[in-house]
């Protein structure tokens, strides 16, 4: 199918209240986070760890959403949400949901996670609970390691109240002057730098602050210390920044990280055994109110539960899993694989080493490349992609990179590489005034044994990430094509130039086709149904927000469509609903691997078209974002994300559905049956099927 960008269809009169509100949409994903930890199904370590991703998750969830929405309320920009709540009604329902969870998560850890690894030999106890060696092995590791960095702060007529970062650990004490009888308040911040979970002795282990409270006595000599608590803070911490400013976006960005953690505060975090004294005090300090407090069974802070989770432990943990090393021969020139044929591979099942980070090394190394052109939105630190590219550079091959210094709470390890890469010679460009660059994309031009010019492309779903792409699921297409090298040329240059170029042969781009591209296509599924053709939507992403995609999807239902969506976390549309979404179908599949790639496929008449890519359906990814869809060709493959798509949905598969009020229920067995996890199957299988033959 050949479209052409344009207007949108006139929407027809569909009900106001065909919309999900998109942040109670995010916390029930996190909910489907929280039941796998709960779930006594799976390794006991990997509970641990979903237990863990829960708190990191809520923590910017905080950090985001609710501190994002509270800013906006506060400045008065707020307006009413799709789902028609008005923004002080959603900030009501997100604190309702986000203390349920919470005491939902404090209360599996205590009654569920933390004695079953007792059972195993795996104990987390309170300081009361060690033994007395234990105790005076931990006395000798604060007096070494503890004690010089702590820094009390007393709060009196000299010393006011003290700021208390994001994220913070702290405990607030409560001290008595025997002299005086005088009683003070005092802040002691937890080290961040030190474990979160102090080993006592093997295997056994006691939360930090819990060290710290047994030794106050020591930081408040002479004192009497009459009560400790714990607590914690979280501050908006989203990035505000101006792009059009004459000192530049990488000195913008360091001062505006300096800046964000003065944010103010969204979230109190206090165990339930505070006395309401020091709470009161902590609040009225911190600008608080009642709905921003959480009170939880402690400890505080289980994000740090993943180093025990780390703990070598095999017997806990999913059996090991090496990726498949099949897609691309190991003994034969990978240029002269990819030109052969197009090549898809899907991590992590297929190494993403011998393919992708391949593809970049033998680049870099091989003397008849003569450029290669790269995004990069986010990266490891000690990335062998980034030492292929600065390698590049010295040896005099033209280096082009698209580094994202805004990728959302990786700007520091960004600012840092891509001033690594403007030393080695690299051209670094730092995209557009107003956009992300968020797609994934390698173009490498190389000279052939006849003397042409080739240009060889990678496009891809997830991030040119090493130790992500071990545990996030993507899709990626090496290609030879001439048409993909010419688009990708073409958005390069639209990216690192002037260019205005919105058409291209095998991709669509955000911000200028790619939602209009996708919405046609949708309409013609609606065509195709009404003349009787074959006619079908499948989609797989990340979060389904757009209301133009959603309404599209709706026009489709009503045609007698079948809509398949397969979304790991937000979904604002309504499923199953009479008159509306009858023939929409939401699953959702979470598990060992973050479930990543975005596929949208559209059954044309029966000659389906396929696409892959980096866009999520979400305002920001679409208006805000520079992403980009390619459309995979070849018969095989196309057929295999078919299928895929199809067995997520199939009655038998381990997954989660949505219903049209927003509730999602996890697939449960019958008597005598067995799930299939898509994940484990893949694993299993290595490759779903060869793909490439």
Not at 448 to 472: F, V
Not at 524 to 543: L, M, T, W, Y
Request: charged share 30%; hydrophobic share 40%; glycine share 6%.
């Amino acid at each position: 199918m050949t479209v052409t960008p344009g207007q949108f269809p006139q929407p027809e009169a569909l009900p106001d209240d065909r919309f999900l509100d998109r942040e109670e949409s995010w916390l029930r994903f996190n909910q489907r986070v929280l039941e796998l930890a709960e779930d006594p199904a799976l390794p006991l370590l990997e509970r641990v760890r979903f237990l863990s991703i829960f708190a990191s998750n809520l923590d910017e969830f905080f950090m985001v959403r609710v501190a994002g929405l509270a800013r906006r309320m506060a400045t008065g920009l707020a307006v009413q949400s799709a789902s028609g709540r008005q923004p002080r009604e959603v900030l009501e329902r997100t604190g309702e949901v986000a203390h349920e969870l919470m005491e939902r998560h404090a209360a599996c850890f205590r009654d569920a996670i933390r004695p079953a690894l007792g059972d195993e030999g795996i104990d987390i106890l309170r300081w009361d609970g060690l033994a007395e060696t234990e105790q005076e092995r931990l006395r000798r590791l604060f007096r070494d390691r503890i004690y010089p960095v702590l820094t009390p702060l007393v709060v009196d007529s000299a010393h006011p109240f003290p700021y208390i970062s994001g994220l913070s650990l702290n405990l607030a004490v409560i001290v008595r002057d025997p002299e005086t009888d005088a009683t003070m308040f005092a802040r002691v911040k937890v080290p961040p730098l030190l474990p979160r979970f102090i080993e006592a002795s093997p295997d056994r282990f006691t939360p930090l602050e819990d060290v710290i409270a047994a030794h106050l006595g020591q930081l408040f000599v002479g004192m009497e210390v009459v009560e400790h608590h714990a607590f914690r803070v979280t501050r908006n911490q989203d990035l505000e920044i101006d792009d059009d400013i004459s000192e530049g976006l990488l000195q913008a960005l360091e001062r505006e990280l300096l800046r964000r953690r003065f944010g103010p505060v969204v979230r109190l975090e206090v165990e339930e055994s505070i006395s309401e004294g020091v709470l009161e005090l902590l609040t009225s300090e911190l600008g608080v109110d009642e709905g921003q407090i959480y009170r939880v069974v402690g400890p505080l802070d289980l994000g740090g539960l993943a180093a025990i989770a780390d703990l070598d432990r095999p017997e806990l943990k999913y059996p090991p899993f090496v990726p498949s090393k099949e897609a691309l021969p190991e003994d034969a020139s990978i240029f002269s694989a990819i030109r052969e044929r197009d090549v898809l591979v899907h991590h992590p099942y297929d190494s993403f080493t011998t393919t992708v980070q391949r593809l970049i090394e033998d680049a870099a190394a091989d003397p008849r490349v003569l450029a290669i052109k790269q995004t990069l939105y986010r990266t490891s630190g000690d990335s062998p992609i980034v030492d292929a590219l600065m390698s590049a550079a010295e040896a005099g091959k033209q280096v082009v990179v698209v580094v994202e210094l805004k990728a959302r709470f990786d700007e520091r390890a960004n600012i840092a590489w891509a001033r690594k890469l403007e030393t080695a010679g690299c051209h670094v460009v730092y995209g557009f005034v107003g956009l992300k660059t968020h797609c994934k994309l390698a173009l490498i031009v190389r000279q052939d044994d006849e003397g042409n010019l080739r240009r060889y492309c990678h496009i891809g779903t997830g991030n040119y990430h090493p130790k992500t792409a071990r545990l996030y699921e993507d899709f990626g297409l090496l290609t030879a094509d001439p048409e993909v090298g010419e688009d990708v040329s073409a958005l390069f240059n639209h990216l690192t130039g002037y260019s205005r170029q919105s058409s291209y042969h095998r991709l669509l781009v955000a911000p200028n086709s790619l939602r209009s591209g996708l919405v046609q296509r949708i309409e013609h599924e609606i065509d195709n149904r009404r003349a009787g053709h074959p006619a079908r939507v499948r989609i797989k992403c990340n979060s389904l927000v757009d209301e133009v995609i959603i309404d599209a999807l709706y026009r489709a239902s009503r045609a007698g469509v079948p809509v398949d969506v397969w979304v790991r976390g937000i979904c604002a549309l309504r499923p199953g609903v009479p008159g509306l979404s009858d023939t929409i179908r939401v699953r959702s599949v979470l598990g060992r691997f973050l479930e990543h790639s975005r596929v949208f496929a559209f059954e044309n008449g029966g000659e389906p078209e396929v696409w892959i890519g980096s866009a999520d359906l979400m305002h920001r990814n679409l208006d805000r974002r520079v992403e980009a869809l390619v459309t995979v060709t070849d018969r095989p493959q196309r057929d295999d994300l078919l299928s895929l798509l199809d067995r997520a949905m199939e009655p038998g598969t381990h997954a989660w559905t949505l219903g049209g009020d927003g509730t999602w229920t996890r697939a449960r067995p019958r008597p005598g049956e067995t799930l299939l996890d898509i994940q484990t199957h893949l694993v299993k299988s290595r490759r779903w099927r060869t793909i490439d033959g």
